[in-house]
């Protein structure tokens, strides 16, 4: 038993999660979770890489406090986990238990966040950040010892972050090779997205990589030569330009065997193995066929007009992006969220999805259960509400992926006055040290299960994005009428006022008459629209389809990953799961949470707006998840189907992640019914295989023998 032992932005912007300066009362987690974020920011937009990151830098602060504690269990430390054993001989017990935690994470977090981000495009800037936190609690960041025997929190600290990122090493993920994958081969030539039309698409079934037009940074600018490790960081930026150069790149796709890398509590005897190009793809939490439609490109058979309406949807949502659309939404909980559940089949989702209003069926909550009164209305127009909220949620260039937003959310919640810092809101009150470890190790968790999961399925299922899917099908015309121009079975969907064809006299026509018959949407007419983003507006109007582009910037278009099925949705629900199980209430504190986006400022970045103050508001935790798995579909990055299964693959995942992360925290089954470690009816490895085994000599799996694990012992004993 161990002893008892953006950024440029955010100068900008009108912050209301930071409303209260709470620096100077910061745990020692927390201010190292705002070095992490900070990171984020200035890294690549990779956000299965980010939850693993976030993962590995949660287990270092609970594995250096749990390792000075009599009940909670170390993750790592003293374990073996997944094939790895980071061995441990015993923590002396310390004078000062919380000044040696407060060292040995320190250290912990120094060496893995070093050695994680030290490759990354500002990868000295965040070097000096790390350091300078070290230096700012008087640590030596040139302490390189490891013998923590000696009684060295320091040691400690170093210790584990060598064990992490060893086990990191051997986890699936790929790392010593930036995460590439040599199995994954594209089906579809690159979308050269500046010429009209898909491109050679054989199959628009699958996804379809971008070719972008020129090389740029993460900033928009074009890019000088970055290497990792000897090798090209082209990987994720989709393009290097060297020496200053212009040239042309194209989309690698991002993370497509990760359902091989090892996970936290998703149960490998529950996976499935699946062969695609003779190589093995892991996947967990299999959808199967009953949301994923495929478009029959030859007679327009079998789920064709499932896939034909589910991606039409995603065009007349974009004229929804329209800062001169007049029409005015209530965006305050009294009219969205409250959703009383979802879709189970591609059947149901024209139930659930309005095509016309760009709204899902949320009726809003009559009250706020914590002050009793209803909530105040928030009239905006709907143009600045989707652009904002697509922004917010987004995970392009400059920004923290949805991994480090729902990380700043979590951080938001423990700084509000009405929170209760009581695991499960349950028990003892806990510190803002142990709160923060252990909320972080949760979210982490669930974040890393969810990634692994989500991104496996796009492995799996390879599903087109948007762009894709309707420019090929504007290619081959309309599968309403027969009798109309541009007929094709495999075409696209007529709908009055948002896909028309180009008939005689439209100015879409062209000086030759060269585009009559095409389709043409009124949708946001693309990035290219916008020649200032600080002074200008695309705007939404009639355009031709084979010029159909995403709301997202020039330098990224559209995610570097199938859209089958949406990590955003997959990430934020295991998020909202974690956060409503670790507070015990599905409720925002005080009944309500809220971001404030000021009109006019540079928020957008794309382009000018929003017109008028914005303030996102969300009741419960699930609220924003839903608004977040709406956005990609507002911004035309993903599509119904492939949302909702990403919304219950979250669900599972963030539940599967709590009940175990609260095994560590626990032993005793408490009034939750939770069983410990030591009870044999329901041990953790028969519940959860693979999990680590104690390294106390007893039978914990309840197999007849004593574990074998290395010895741990800890405060001398």
């Known amino acids: 038993m161990f002893y008892l032992l953006h950024r440029r932005v955010v100068a900008l912007i009108v912050f209301a999660f930071f409303a209260q300066n709470l620096a ?11 070095a992490v974020l900070q990171t984020m920011q200035e890294d690549l937009a990779r956000p299965a890489v980010q939850a693993r990151n976030l993962f590995h830098f949660s287990v270092a602060l609970y594995d250096a406090w749990a390792a000075y504690d009599t009940e909670a269990q170390p993750y790592l430390l003293g374990k ?7 061995p441990c001989k015993g923590v002396p017990a310390p004078k000062d238990v919380e000044a040696a935690r407060r060292e040995a ?25 790390f350091r300078e936190l070290m ?22 600290g170093n210790y584990l972050a060598q064990c992490i990122l060893q086990m990191g090493l051997l986890d699936g993920a790929n790392e010593e090779h930036n995460y590439l994958s040599s199995e994954y081969k594209p089906v579809n030539a690159p979308l050269e997205v500046v010429v009209p039309g898909p491109g050679k698409v054989q199959d628009p079934n699958h996804w379809q990589p971008v070719k972008l037009k020129r090389a740029l940074d993460l900033d928009g600018y074009p890019m000088m030569e970055c290497r990792c490790g000897g090798r090209p960081l082209a990987s994720f930026i989709d393009t ?7 040239i042309t790149g194209t989309q690698t796709c991002q993370t497509p065997t990760w359902g091989q890398v090892k996970p936290f509590a998703l149960r490998v005897e529950n996976s499935k193995i699946f062969l695609r190009d003779s190589h093995e793809y892991r996947l967990y939490n299999d959808p199967g066929q009953a949301f994923f439609p495929r478009l029959d490109i030859a007679k327009g058979v079998g789920t064709s007009k499932d896939y034909q309406w589910n991606f039409a949807l995603v065009a007349a949502w974009s004229a929804l992006l329209d800062p001169a659309d007049t029409t005015l939404w209530d965006i305050s909980p009294r009219s969205m ?8 089949s591609l059947a149901e989702l024209a139930g659930f999805y309005n095509l016309q209003t760009g709204r899902d069926p949320g009726a809003g909550h009559t009250l706020n259960p914590r002050t009793g009164q209803p909530y105040a209305p928030q009239i905006v127009p709907r143009g600045d509400f989707t652009r904002v909220a697509v922004q917010y949620w987004a995970e392009g260039p400059d920004k923290e992926t949805p991994v480090g937003n729902w990380l700043s959310l979590l951080n938001y919640v423990s700084d509000r006055p009405g929170v209760v810092k009581k695991f499960n809101g349950k028990g003892r009150l806990l510190s803002d040290l142990e709160w923060d470890v252990k909320a972080y190790f949760v979210l982490g968790s669930a974040l890393h299960d969810a990634a692994i999961s989500a991104w496996a399925v796009k492995g799996r299922y390879d599903g087109p994005r948007p762009i ?4 090929y099908m504007a290619a081959r015309g309309q599968s309403t009428n027969p009798k109309l121009p541009s007929y094709h079975p495999a075409g696209i969907p007529l709908i009055p006022g948002r896909i028309e064809l180009v008939k005689k006299g439209d100015p879409l026509a062209g000086a030759k008459k060269e585009h009559l018959g095409k389709i043409k949407f009124y949708a946001w007419k693309g990035p290219y629209a916008v020649a200032d983003s600080t002074l200008d507006t695309a705007g939404a109007g009639w355009i031709l389809a084979e010029n159909w582009y995403p709301y997202q910037a020039k330098s990224f278009i559209t995610p570097p990953s199938p859209g089958f099925v949406s990590g955003h949705a997959a990430i934020s629900h295991a998020a909202a799961e974690v956060l409503t199980r670790l507070t015990g209430d599905s409720y925002f504190p005080g009944g309500m949470g809220q971001y404030t986006v000021p009109a006019n400022s540079p928020f957008l970045r794309i382009e000018k707006g929003p017109s008028v103050d914005v303030i996102l508001q969300w009741a419960t935790y699930r609220d924003a998840a839903d608004q977040a798995s709406l956005s990609r579909i507002w911004c035309g990055a993903n599509a119904p189907c492939d949302d909702i299964p990403g919304r219950l693959i979250g669900v599972e995942t963030g539940t599967g992640a709590f009940q175990l992360a609260k095994k560590y925290f626990y032993q005793d089954r408490d009034s939750d019914g ?9 041990n953790d490895a028969s519940v959860y295989p693979g999990a680590p085994e104690r390294c106390d000599g007893v039978d914990n799996d309840c197999n007849g023998k004593t574990d074998d694990a290395p010895p741990c012992g800890g405060g001398g004993q």
Not at 119 to 128: E, V
Not at 138 to 149: A, E, K
């Open 674 to 682: 939770y069983p410990s470690f030591e009870d044999c009816n329901d």
């Open 240 to 246: 290097i330009d060297r020496s200053g150069r212009r």
């Open 337 to 344: 969220g409250n959703l009383q559940g979802y879709p189970k």
């Open 468 to 471: 894709t899917a309707l420019r």
């Open 105 to 129: 994470m320190s250290f912990a977090a120094y060496r893995l966040l070093t050695a994680r981000y030290s490759h990354s495009p500002q990868g000295t800037g965040a070097t000096y950040r």
């Open 24 to 34: 100077a009362q910061s745990s020692i987690a927390r201010e190292w979770s705002d």
């Open 80 to 86: 073996t986990v997944n094939g790895y054993t980071c």
């Open 135 to 156: 230096q700012k609690h008087g640590y030596d960041f040139r302490d390189y010892s490891f013998d923590y025997t000696t009684g060295s929190p320091a040691a400690l």
